[in-house]
C-alpha cells in the first residue's frame, strides 16, 4: 500500500494551498485517514482526520481554517488549507489507519501506513 501526496508549496500569509493524497495498492478498506504535520525540531502532530462514515476533526490550530475530504471511491484524501499563516510551515503527511490487507498466511488484518511528506511553506 502506498500513499502518494502532493500540493506542497510556498505560498504568502493569507494564501491558500490543497494537499492531496492517493492510497494505492491491494487493500480492501481503510477506517480513518488523516494529516498531520511536523515543524522543524517539532514532534508530528494531528492537523485533520476522517473516518470511513464521514466524521472529522481538527486541531484547534487549525479549525474554520483547514478543510479535510475523501473520495471514498478514488482512495483520495485532500485538505485544502486557507488563511494559511507562517505557523503552518511544516511537512505535511498523509496517514492512513485500519487499512485492511491480507498477509503473507491469507488473513485479514489491519495495518498503519505513511506518505513520504510534503513541504509547505508560509512567508509573512
Known amino acids: 500500500v502506498q500513499l502518494v501526496e502532493s500540493g506542497g508549496g510556498s505560498v504568502q500569509s493569507g494564501g491558500s494551498l490543497r494537499l492531496s493524497c492517493a492510497a494505492s495498492g491491494s487493500f480492501s478498506s481503510i477506517k480513518t485517514m488523516g494529516w498531520y504535520r511536523q515543524a522543524p525540531e517539532m514532534g508530528r502532530e494531528l492537523v485533520a482526520t476522517?473516518?470511513?462514515?464521514?466524521?472529522?476533526n481538527y486541531a484547534d490550530s487549525v479549525k474554520g481554517r483547514f478543510t479535510i475530504s475523501r473520495d471514498y471511491a478514488q482512495n483520495t484524501l485532500y485538505l485544502q488549507m486557507n488563511s494559511l499563516k507562517p505557523g503552518d510551515t511544516a511537512v505535511y503527511y498523509c496517514?492512513?489507519?485500519?487499512?485492511?490487507?491480507?498477509?503473507?498466511?491469507?488473513?485479514?488484518?489491519?495495518?498503519?501506513?505513511w506518505g513520504q511528506g510534503t513541504q509547505v511553506t508560509v512567508s509573512s
Open positions: 476522517i473516518a470511513d462514515v464521514g466524521s472529522t
Open positions: 496517514n492512513a489507519k485500519g487499512v485492511v490487507v491480507v498477509n503473507v498466511e491469507g488473513a485479514r488484518v489491519e495495518r498503519e501506513y
